[in-house]
């Protein structure tokens, strides 16, 4: 595959994580990203798998090294484990560095062979609490011991396992040392996103479910000695260690620390909308242009223009009286 010139932004960060939503449909409903009665979009209007290689194949070109793949869950989408052996190629030729995925874990028991099959080496699950029934609270429709035993399916696999929990206040705050104990008994690494103001805040009241990470790693310091750390990994989570267990633990926090001056990604949503950021709502329409034309110019000039267009960052905060920076769009159509 023949390299053409990195994608650079106006700001001077390389772009080199793609993060693609195959499919804007879950099993589950989760209360901060989805409404429960979702009305989802007609097939035509997605991309085919056969489009998403296209579309991958064409971002890989141009400099990114790194794909993951989101959705809503993506492994609900028809087909899928033939796009993820699409995509190994790529890693097979050393153009792609890493191919990884974010999942709800429930179809996990299913694919977590034929993921390591196909070159995926980690992944991250969302779990944001381990009781049962605050789980299928949360979920509306989630079922814990069917993540759990897909979570050690993956393992038995070979997969590393992240999880993702999101610190939701008066919801997991006395869940915190119980799921890092478990993770550590496990061998999983763990890391806390703050609630961001997605979707439709009629149901969902945002401001009573932001939780402050400050207020969570104070928490974690009254009991363990923390280690802040200086790694990276290319994305928004700032990371510490937690001496007496040697955990790693993530930090992200887009609302009480701003971690979009080092952001070299952009999200392509199942429709072929590419979002030069996930707090902004200017986006570019690359599948129509990609269904014009079976050359690939147009296509490369089109991402072009849309990277050039990228912001320094997001507008999100919150304060003591209300959420800015507020995005009407569920944070299922832009993949998190």
Same mark, same amino acid.
């Given at each position: 595959m023949t390299q053409t010139a990195p994608l650079i932004d106006p700001f001077a960060r390389a772009i080199s994580y793609l993060r693609v939503s195959v499919t804007d449909r879950c099993d589950f409903r989760c209360v901060y990203c989805m409404a429960e009665n979702m009305t989802f979009l007609p097939k035509a209007d997605l991309l085919t798998l056969e489009e998403l290689d296209r579309m991958c194949t064409t971002f890989i070109r141009m400099g990114v090294e790194k794909l993951r793949i989101t959705g809503g869950e993506p492994l609900v989408r028809k087909g899928i484990i033939t796009f993820f052996h699409a995509m190994k190629r790529h890693l097979d030729s050393g153009a792609l560095k890493e191919l990884t995925l974010t999942t709800n874990g429930s179809q996990l028991a299913k694919y977590a062979g034929e993921l390591a099959d196909c070159g995926v080496r980690r992944i991250n699950v969302s779990l944001d609490t381990l009781d049962p029934a605050k789980f299928a609270e949360i979920t509306r429709w989630g079922r814990l011991p069917q993540v759990l035993d897909g979570i050690a399916a993956a393992k038995a696999a070979g997969l590393r396992v992240k999880i993702n929990a999101v610190a939701l206040k008066g919801f997991n705050e006395d869940e915190q040392f119980s799921i890092t104990d478990w993770c550590a008994h496990n061998g999983h690494d763990l890391t806390w996103i703050e609630v961001m103001p997605m979707g439709d805040l009629g149901n969902e009241n945002r401001l009573d479910q932001y939780w402050s990470l400050r207020d969570l790693r104070a928490r974690y310091a009254e009991r363990f000695t923390v280690t802040d750390l200086a790694e990276r990994s290319g994305g928004p989570a700032r990371y510490v260690r937690l001496e007496e267990t040697g955990q790693k633990i993530g930090f992200i926090t887009p609302l009480t620390h701003n971690f979009c001056e080092s952001c070299n990604r952009v999200r392509l949503t199942c429709t072929g909308e590419l979002y030069m950021c996930l707090g902004q709502e200017d986006m570019a329409d690359l599948r129509s242009t990609l269904r014009a034309s079976a050359a690939d110019a147009p296509l490369e000039s089109a991402i072009r223009?849309?990277? =050039?267009?990228?912001?320094?960052?997001?507008?999100?905060?919150?304060?003591?009286?209300?959420? =800015?920076?507020q995005m009407t769009r569920h944070m299922s159509h832009t993949g998190g």
């Open positions: 223009a849309a990277i =050039s267009h990228k912001p320094k960052g997001h507008d999100f905060d919150y304060s003591r009286s209300g959420v =800015s920076g």
